[in-house]
């Protein structure tokens, strides 16, 4: 868990349990900074859309917008069941 890097305060909680899905990897660097894999993007709130590699935040081009407006190809509107 960790705060948003943006700023907003939201905790940010990602599964690194396989069973789970989505779920995320962390990769440790030769420095000891994390690398996470795929991206974070809320998809509430900031609609935050970032890499952490190295322990750096690397910001997508589309963050801020939701996941569904920005790629609906690979994202489906969660509020439409
Ligand atoms: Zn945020």
Known sequence: ???CPCGCG?????????IH?????????KYGRPSLYPSVWQNKG????FWIKDGR??????SG???WV???KHYADPRIV
Do not use: G, Y
């Open 10 to 18: 939201t905790v940010i909680s990602l599964s690194l349990q396989r």
């Open 70 to 72: 920005a790629d609906p």
């Open 57 to 62: 935040v690397h910001w997508c081009s589309n």
């Open 1 to 3: 868990m960790f705060r």
């Open 65 to 67: 917008i939701e996941p």
């Open 21 to 29: 899905k989505p779920s995320w990897t962390v990769e440790k660097s």
């Open 46 to 49: 900031c609609c935050s859309h």
